[in-house]
């Protein structure tokens, strides 16, 4: 019963910037962490960040300093502002949560939103 709903993802140019978005939405009663990850052709899904509900961040090696992972809790959305862009970068991008709902139980959830491409030409 949580849907995430991503956009932001496109085509830019090495050295650009793009910004990802992930609304949740239903009928939630909290949600934990939420992350982005992403996965490259022939590569495995890896986690690129993850902020937690108190504001926690992780990010992967290959994104610190140039990514920067935030949320609003307000509008139980997760966003991925991605400067630097580098060809690397062009993957798949996943928004990820934890959440809990109602007509579920009030079971936590992991949730998967349905992905947005993002490449990055050199």
């Known amino acids: 019963q949580v849907q995430l709903v991503e956009s932001g993802g496109g085509l830019v140019q090495a050295g650009g910037s793009l910004r990802l978005s992930c609304a949740a939405s239903?009928?939630?009663?909290?949600?934990?962490?939420m992350g982005w990850y992403r996965q490259a052709p022939g590569k495995q899904r890896e986690l690129v960040a993850s902020?937690?509900?108190?504001?926690?961040?992780n990010y992967a090696n290959s994104v610190k300093g140039r990514f920067t992972i935030s949320r609003d809790n307000a509008k139980n959305t997760v966003y991925l502002q991605m400067n630097s862009l580098k060809p690397e970068d062009t993957a798949v991008y996943y928004c990820?949560?934890?959440?809990?709902?109602?007509?579920?139980?009030?079971?936590?959830?992991?949730?998967w939103g349905q992905g947005t491409q993002v490449t990055v030409s050199s």
């Open positions: 990820n949560a934890d959440a809990k709902s109602l007509v579920q139980g009030f079971r936590l959830i992991n949730y």
């Open positions: 239903g009928i939630i009663f909290s949600i934990n962490t």
């Open positions: 902020i937690t509900s108190g504001g926690s961040t």
